[in-house]
């Protein structure tokens, strides 16, 4: 998209720059920032003490359209996203339909977002067969590769095998590009005895052990260090995996990892059965897990947080099966408030925050020359915020398609006010809905 021509100013006493929290005047032109002065500077707007962030970069969002745009499609996702203060989204090659494994199929896709009043960038896929498209999809502008290491749910976008990495890491080692994985190792998933009961999630969580995601992680680990391909770890759920995690960093491979919202919330002992709006995979896990997470993301062992929205129409939620629910958890438009209702009960500062959910997101998608932080050059991609403001979860006032959410009910801090892209405001609360 493009940014706007205007020239102004923003001000606020707790503007989040690299260099932390400070005062500061945000200078504008053009759709970038040409300078970040003093407090003392005119101001058009003058925020008070507000937070100005840098715009949110999400890299894991299904926005499902074209072929299931009835879940959810680039025009709600972009609402909900720029509610949030999200300014960029990386958009998932499933579970649209086509996948985006082809360069013929994203360009579809780029077709469908063409009108989002946000920033949308995409991953491509890696699917047994399609090796010989990579080079392709880079070519037509991919921020990288996602696969399966599991079944993903949808016939249309199949899991790999050790010899399918095998044949598309030397590829995107080639081009500089990461390979995201679903990290659960199918032989160590746990079939569904035929006399358990579908409505309990203790049934759903027993079938997703953690041992999968460590079998899985395990072969990442050997893969990464054999071809030296830079690979991310999405939604780790298992805190089991952080050891190796630590001890494969510590060797200089380059892998890295990302926490979801929702792991970082929800706990199991507090999942009641046939609560399948908490279905996901990996599962949710146990009160334990959930502080380890957050101590790895504090110890800097985790590198960033993204959604990993998936929302579906509530039919396929229904029943109180967890089984055969679908498993996905929608959360576009809550993450920066969820995220901080967990940092700031830790004590843990904004800047944080602003690393987890906009810099290190954008360096993930190879977009740091230009999003996910607040420095001269730079898009002007902002959130301005209350940190202080607490608000509940009213699912009908949310703009995702679908307004099925587990956040509905739940107390959290922080509302955003006003969202930035390019210099363009695509989001002011009391604004009419798109």
């Given at each position: 998209?493009?940014?706007?021509?205007?020239?102004?100013?923003?001000?606020?006493?707790?503007?989040?720059?690299?260099?932390?929290?400070?005062?500061?005047?945000?200078?504008?032109?053009?759709?970038?920032?040409?300078?970040?002065?003093?407090?003392?500077?005119?101001?058009?707007?003058?925020?008070?003490?507000?937070?100005i962030m840098p715009g949110l970069v999400d890299t894991h969002v299904h926005v499902n359209e074209p072929g299931r745009t009835?879940?959810?499609?680039?025009?709600?996702?972009?609402?909900?996203?720029?509610?949030?203060?999200?300014?960029?989204?990386?958009?998932?090659?499933?579970?649209?339909?086509?996948?985006?494994?082809?360069?013929?199929?994203?360009?579809?896709?780029?077709?469908?977002?063409?009108?989002?009043?946000?920033?949308?960038?995409?991953?491509?896929?890696?699917?047994?067969?399609?090796?010989?498209?990579?080079?392709?999809?880079?070519?037509?502008?991919?921020?990288?590769?996602?696969?399966?290491?599991?079944?993903?749910?949808?016939?249309?976008?199949?899991?790999?095998?050790?010899?399918?990495?095998?044949?598309?890491?030397?590829?995107?080692?080639?081009?500089?590009?990461?390979?995201?994985?679903?990290?659960?190792?199918?032989?160590?998933?746990?079939?569904?005895?035929?006399?358990?009961?579908?409505?309990?999630?203790?049934?759903?969580?027993?079938?997703?052990?953690?041992?999968?995601?460590?079998?899985?992680?395990?072969?990442?680990?050997?893969?990464?260090?054999?071809?030296?391909?830079?690979?991310?770890?999405?939604?780790?759920?298992?805190?089991?995996?952080?050891?190796?995690?630590?001890?494969?960093?510590?060797?200089?491979?380059?892998?890295?990892?990302?926490?979801?919202?929702?792991?970082?919330?929800?706990?199991?002992?507090?999942?009641?059965?046939?609560?399948?709006?908490?279905?996901?995979?990996?599962?949710?896990?146990?009160?334990?897990?959930?502080?380890?997470?957050?101590?790895?993301?504090?110890?800097?062992?985790?590198?960033?947080?993204?959604?990993?929205?998936?929302?579906?129409?509530?039919?396929?939620?229904?029943?109180?099966?967890?089984?055969?629910?679908?498993?996905?958890?929608?959360?576009?438009?809550?993450?920066?408030?969820?995220?901080?209702?967990?940092?700031?009960?830790?004590?843990?500062?904004?800047?944080?925050?602003?690393?987890?959910?906009?810099?290190?997101?954008?360096?993930?998608?190879?977009?740091?020359?230009?999003?996910?932080?607040?420095?001269?050059?730079?898009?002007?991609?902002?959130?301005?915020?209350?940190?202080?403001?607490?608000?509940?979860?009213?699912?009908?006032?949310?703009?995702?398609?679908?307004?099925?959410?587990?956040?509905?009910?739940?107390?959290?801090?922080?509302?955003?006010?006003?969202?930035?892209?390019?210099?363009?405001?695509?989001?002011?609360?009391?604004?009419?809905?798109?």
């Open positions: 998209m493009g940014g706007s021509s205007a020239q102004y100013t923003l001000r606020s006493t707790r503007v989040v720059t690299p260099a932390g929290v400070e005062a500061a005047t945000i200078h504008i032109a053009d759709g970038r920032i040409v300078r970040v002065g003093a407090i003392g500077e005119p101001a058009d707007r003058d925020a008070g003490d507000l937070v009835e879940w959810e499609g680039f025009e709600t996702a972009a609402a909900a996203a720029a509610a949030g203060g999200i300014t960029t989204i990386v958009d998932m090659p499933l579970n649209s339909v086509p996948a985006t494994t082809t360069s013929a199929a994203l360009e579809v896709k780029r077709e469908a977002a063409r009108g989002a009043r946000i920033g949308v960038e995409f991953w491509g896929g890696v699917v047994p067969g399609n090796a010989g498209e990579l080079d392709a999809l880079a070519d037509a502008g991919v921020r990288g590769f996602k696969c399966f290491m599991s079944p993903s749910g949808v016939d249309e976008f199949a899991a790999v095998e050790e010899s399918d990495l095998r044949e598309a890491l030397p590829i995107l080692k080639r081009r500089g590009l990461p390979l995201l994985v679903h990290a659960e190792w199918p032989p160590a998933l746990r079939p569904i005895p035929s006399a358990a009961d579908t409505r309990a999630y203790a049934t759903w969580l027993d079938s997703r052990p953690p041992d999968a995601e460590l079998d899985a992680i395990a072969i990442l680990i050997s893969l990464c260090r054999e071809f030296h391909t830079r690979i991310h770890v999405v939604h780790l759920a298992a805190a089991e995996a952080l050891p190796m995690l630590r001890a494969a960093r510590s060797e200089g491979l380059p892998i890295t990892v990302e926490a979801c919202p929702h792991y970082l919330t929800f706990a199991a002992e507090e999942i009641a059965d046939g609560a399948t709006l908490f279905k996901c995979a990996p599962p949710i896990r146990g009160r334990a897990n959930r502080d380890a997470l957050w101590q790895a993301l504090v110890e800097g062992e985790i590198d960033l947080i993204a959604t990993d929205h998936s929302p579906c129409p509530p039919a396929l939620k229904g029943d109180d099966d967890f089984i055969a629910a679908w498993g996905g958890i929608a959360s576009l438009e809550l993450s920066l408030p969820v995220v901080w209702t967990g940092a700031s009960s830790r004590g843990i500062p904004l800047f944080r925050v602003a690393e987890w959910l906009s810099s290190a997101p954008a360096a993930l998608a190879g977009l740091h020359s230009r999003k996910g932080v607040i420095a001269t050059g730079r898009d002007a991609d902002f959130v301005i915020w209350d940190p202080d403001a607490e608000f509940v979860v009213d699912e009908s006032r949310l703009r995702q398609r679908h307004k099925r959410t587990p956040y509905a009910g739940r107390r959290l801090r922080g509302r955003v006010l006003e969202t930035y892209v390019r210099g363009d405001v695509v989001y002011r609360v009391g604004a009419s809905k798109p």
